[in-house]
C-alpha cells in the first residue's frame, strides 16, 4: 500500500486557551512494501501520525493518502498493532485472533483455518486456549500481530510494539518482524524511539523533532539485511542519527553549540536532498 | 532491641511498602503460637471464638444482667437453637424463605434488566447522560423505604409492591457500575475492534459488554444486598408472608426465639446469595 500524507497537521485543545501543535507540516510518502520506521524522542508526534494514517485520528487540517484514497476512518486494510497489545482478555489466543475474521463473516470452517495458520506462524499452536493474562509479554505482542496479519492487511501500523519488552525479546521479536515483513509483502510504519530498532528494522528512518511535531529529517538505512548490530556501518549511522536527535534537544537553549565534525542541520538537510548517507 | 535486631528492622522498613508490612505481620502471627500453622488450627480457634460468643451471651442472660442494656430481656442461646430445630421441621419456616428469596431473586433480575443497558447508555452517550441521568440521580439517594407509598399506589398487589422495593433496591447500584464500567473501557480496546472491522453497534456486544462485566458484577452484588434489606422492610411493613413478616410478626406475639431465628435467617440468606454471586463470578469470569 502506498501512503501520501500531504502538509498534515494536528491540534489538539488543552483546555483554556491553550492549544498543543502535536504534528505541523508533514509531508511523507511511503512505497508499497517499505518499512519505514517513526524515530524521535516522546512528544514529537510520531504516535500522532501513525494514528492519522491508521485513520484512529482524523488530520485537523492537510490530508493523508492511502493509495490515493483519502483515509476516512480505521479498516482492517490498515492493521494497527498497539503498544500495550490491546488485545480482548476475555478472549482466549485463538478467540482474540479469529475476532476480525468474525467481523469479515467469514464461514466458521474458513476462520478456524486462517486462525490455525497464522497461530502455527507465529508459534502460538501451545497457547491457544490461554487467555492473555496467562501470556508473556513477547507472546501477547505475537498475538497481537497474528491477529492484525490474518486479516491480510497490505499496511500494518505498529505503535512501539516492542518498548515494553526486555531487550533478548525484543531482538528476537525484531528478527522475526523482517522476516514477517518479507514474506507477508505488507507495507510496515513503525513507530520506535530506540534508534537501533530504527536502523535493524527500516528501509528509511523518519527523525522527527517535538514541539510541533515535524520531520527533521528522512535517513535512508542502505545496509543489506540481516543487518549486524555490531556492523561498523551500523554504529556509524546509529551516532550520526544520535546527534541528530541530541543536538536538536539541545537547540532551544543553547543555540547551536556545534562543534568539529558535522552540523545536524547541514548534515540532515543534505539526508533530506540526497537521501543518502556519508558512511 | 538490641543493635543487630534495630539494623535488620531497619533494612525492612528501607525495603519499605506492602512487602515489609507483610514481614512484619507474618513474624507477629508466627510468634503468638503454633495454632496458625495449619488449616485446622485456624479452624479450631474460629469455632473457639464463636462459642466464646454464644457461651458470653449464654451469660449476660443467665445472670439477667441489665446495665448497659437489657441484656436480660434476650432469649436464651439454647430456646434458640431448640425452635430453630422444630422450625427446619416446619413446612412454613421453609416457605417464608422461599418467598423472600423469590422476590429478592425477581428484583435482581428485573433490575439487570432495566439497569444494564440503561447504565451503558448514560455512560457512552451524551443524550443519555444529560436526559436519564439528572431524574435518576434525583431518586437514586431516596432510602428503599421511602418508596413504599408510592409502590402500593402504583401496584395493586402487595406482592408487585415489595417485588418494586427490590427491583429499586437492585436498580441503582448496577446502573451507577454499569455506567462507570461503560466509561472506563480501555480506548485501546475500542480502537483495536474498530480497526478489526467491528462498527459501533456490535462493539457493545462484542466489547463494552464483556470489558464491563466484572464491574456489573460488583453492581449486583452490592444490588442483592440492598434487594435482601428492600424485601425485609417491606414484609415488615406490609406483608403477609416472608421472612421479614415473619421476624416482625413474632416480635408482636412476644415469641421472641423466633425473631432471633428471623434475624439470623436473613443474614445466612444474604451470606448465601453473595456466595451465589461470587460463584457465578467465578464460572463466567474465568479470564481474570
Redesign the interface.
Known amino acids: 500500500m502506498h501512503i501520501e500524507v500531504r502538509e498534515a497537521a494536528k491540534t489538539y485543545y488543552s483546555g483554556g486557551k491553550k492549544w498543543i501543535d502535536a504534528l505541523s507540516g508533514i509531508d511523507l510518502s511511503i512505497r508499497d512494501r517499505e518499512f519505514v520506521c517513526l524515530l524521535g524522542p516522546s512528544g514529537c508526534g510520531k504516535s500522532t501520525l501513525l494514528r492519522l494514517i ?1 485513520g ?1 485520528e482524523a488530520a485537523s487540517s492537510g490530508t493523508v493518502l492511502c493509495d490515493g484514497k483519502p483515509v476516512v ?4 486494510q ?3 498493532i ?1 503498544q ?1 497489545y ?7 489466543v485463538r478467540q482474540n485472533i479469529r ?2 475474521l468474525q ?2 463473516k467469514e464461514t466458521k470452517n474458513k476462520s478456524r483455518a486462517i486462525a490455525e495458520q497464522y497461530m502455527q506462524l507465529f508459534g502460538l499452536e501451545e497457547a491457544a486456549s490461554l ?3 496467562q501470556l508473556s509479554g513477547g507472546m501477547r505482542q505475537r498475538v497481537a500481530i497474528a ?2 496479519l490474518c ?1 491480510q492487511p497490505r499496511l500494518l501500523l505498529m505503535d512501539e510494539p516492542f518498548a515494553a519488552l526486555d531487550a533478548m525479546l525484543r531482538h528476537n521479536l525484531q528478527e522475526e518482524m523482517v522476516r514477517v515483513w518479507q514474506r507477508e509483502k505488507v507495507t510496515v510504519v513503525f513507530v520506535t524511539h530506540d534508534v537501533e530498532e530504527a536502523i535493524f528494522l527500516a528501509d528509511r528512518i523518519v527523525v522527527m523533532t517535538p514541539r510541533p511535531g515535524t520531520i527533521r529529517a528522512v535517513v535512508p538505512v542502505e545496509l543489506p539485511r540481516p543487518r549486524s548490530r555490531t556492523d561498523s556501518r551500523f554504529v556509524e549511522l546509529r551516532a550520526g542519527i544520535l546527534r541528530l536527535l541530541y543536538e536538536e534537544s539541545r537547540g532551544d537553549k543553547h543555540p547551536m553549540h556545534l562543534s568539529e565534525s558535522m552540523n545536524a542541520d547541514a548534515w540532515a538537510n543534505n539526508q533530506s536532498d540526497k537521501m543518502t548517507i556519508p558512511i | 532491641m538490641d543493635a543487630e535486631q534495630r539494623i535488620l528492622s531497619g533494612k525492612e522498613a528501607a525495603r519499605g511498602g506492602i512487602g515489609a508490612g507483610i514481614g512484619r505481620e507474618r513474624e507477629q502471627v508466627r510468634s503468638a503460637g503454633g495454632a496458625w500453622r495449619s488449616a485446622a488450627g485456624v479452624a479450631f480457634v474460629r469455632i473457639v471464638s464463636l462459642l466464646a460468643c454464644l457461651f458470653l451471651w449464654h451469660i449476660l442472660v443467665i445472670l439477667n444482667v441489665n446495665w448497659p442494656l437489657q441484656f436480660g430481656n434476650l432469649p436464651h442461646p439454647a430456646a434458640i437453637l431448640s425452635a430453630w430445630f422444630t422450625n427446619l421441621q416446619t413446612a412454613s419456616y421453609y416457605n417464608d424463605i422461599l418467598v423472600s428469596s423469590y422476590r429478592v431473586f425477581s428484583g435482581i433480575a428485573l433490575g439487570f434488566i432495566a439497569a444494564v443497558p440503561l447504565g451503558m447508555w448514560i455512560g457512552l452517550t451524551r443524550v443519555g447522560r444529560n436526559t436519564l441521568f439528572p431524574n435518576l440521580e434525583l431518586l437514586r439517594p431516596i432510602p428503599l423505604i421511602a418508596y413504599l407509598p408510592v409502590a402500593m399506589l402504583l401496584f395493586r398487589t402487595i406482592e408487585g409492591s415489595i417485588v418494586f422495593i427490590t427491583f429499586i433496591g437492585a436498580f441503582f447500584p448496577i446502573l451507577i457500575s454499569s455506567r462507570d464500567a461503560a466509561t472506563r473501557v ?1 480506548p ?2 475500542i ?8 462498527g459501533p453497534l ?1 462493539a457493545i456486544w ?2 463494552y459488554l ?2 464491563a ?1 466484572p464491574e456489573i458484577f460488583t453492581g449486583v452484588s452490592v444490588g442483592i444486598g440492598a434487594s435482601w434489606m428492600g424485601v425485609i422492610t417491606g414484609e415488615m411493613m406490609s406483608g403477609q408472608t416472608g421472612i421479614g413478616y415473619a421476624t416482625w410478626q413474632a416480635y408482636h406475639l412476644l415469641d421472641y426465639p423466633q425473631s432471633i431465628i428471623g434475624m439470623f435467617t436473613i443474614g445466612a440468606l444474604g451470606f448465601g446469595s453473595s456466595a451465589l454471586i461470587r460463584l457465578a463470578e467465578r464460572a463466567l ?4
Request: with cysteine; proline share 10%; hydrophobic share 45%.
Open positions: 491508521g484512529i476512518g480505521p479498516s482492517p490498515r492493521g494497527f498497539f500495550d490491546a488485545l480482548f482478555p476475555w478472549l482466549t475476532f476480525g467481523m469479515r487467555y492473555p493474562k491477529r492484525a486479516l | 480501555s485501546s480496546l480502537q483495536a475492534a474498530r480497526v478489526l472491522g467491528c456490535r462484542r466489547v464483556p470489558a462485566a469470569l474465568r479470564w481474570r
